[in-house]
């Protein structure tokens, strides 16, 4: 089975704090994704990355950075954590079929944020 | 930009059969998936359609109309635990990442 873990399942932290959140897979995926959810707005994607040290902007990227060092693990990254990224944060990872191949994402449970 | 429109929220009983509708406009269109979400839990992965007409994998289904922008998902003999969360997702490109954007999701509520 397809193993996306995420490293905290809550996490409370304050404003200005630089908050790291770590998502490991298993499955030798290409593509690697931050998502954040929030209710009524469904999954916004943050940063993909779809090779190491490849990194591409998603829809709501500003305030976020991410790092991937190595194929197994990217990182999401709040320089300066604010009130209004209070969230539930999900990591998915998933193969890169070419084409119009149908595109599985396998997510982690989750890391909710709380940001004080 | 691009949008994804289902309901919010469907109610109904066991055994019913409950269809979520998904309407989409996305620059572009490679396949519509569906996904599941129970609460506290990771979304999984329901289905894919990538042409017009009917997917069925078991009590669920999943149906496509490239020409209308439209699809739904049909869950069939209704199970107390088919209460979930349920997202559409768009695949819009064929490059690298093939990364997905989701509709808001449609919350189902099934009761006794």
């Known amino acids: 089975d397809v193993k996306v873990t995420q490293s905290s399942r809550y996490l409370v932290k304050r404003t200005g704090e630089k908050v790291f959140l770590e998502c490991v897979q298993d499955?030798?995926?290409?593509?690697m994704f931050w998502y954040r959810q929030d209710p009524g707005l469904g999954l916004r994607l943050i940063y993909f990355?779809?090779?190491?040290?490849?990194?591409e902007k998603g829809d709501i990227p500003e305030g976020y950075s991410v790092s991937r060092e190595k194929k197994e693990r990217f990182s999401l990254i709040l320089e300066s954590a604010s009130t209004n990224q209070t969230s539930m944060y999900l990591c998915?990872?998933?193969?890169?079929?070419?084409?119009?191949?149908?595109?599985?994402?396998?997510f982690g449970a989750g890391t909710r944020l709380s940001v004080l | 930009g691009q949008s994804l429109e289902q309901p919010s929220e469907v109610t109904a009983v066991e055994g019913a059969i409950v269809q979520i509708n998904c309407t989409y406009q996305?620059?572009?269109?490679?396949?519509l998936s569906w996904y599941q979400q129970h609460d506290g839990g990771a979304p999984t992965f329901l289905s894919y359609?990538?042409?017009?007409g009917l997917e069925e994998t078991g009590r669920f289904s999943s149906f496509l109309s490239r020409s209308d922008s439209y699809g739904y998902l049909l869950l069939q003999e209704l199970q107390m635990k088919d209460s979930a969360s349920y997202f559409c997702?768009?695949?819009?490109?064929?490059?690298?990442?093939?990364?997905?954007?989701f509709g808001g999701g449609t919350r189902v509520l099934v009761k006794p």
């Open positions: 998915a990872s998933s193969s890169h079929p070419g084409g119009e191949g149908r595109n599985i994402q396998y």
């Open positions: 499955m030798d995926h290409e593509n």
């Open positions: 990355s779809y090779d190491v040290k490849m990194k």
């Open positions: 996305t620059s572009g269109f490679y396949g």
């Open positions: 359609n990538a042409l017009d």
């Open positions: 997702a768009v695949k819009i490109s064929k490059a690298a990442g093939n990364k997905l954007t």
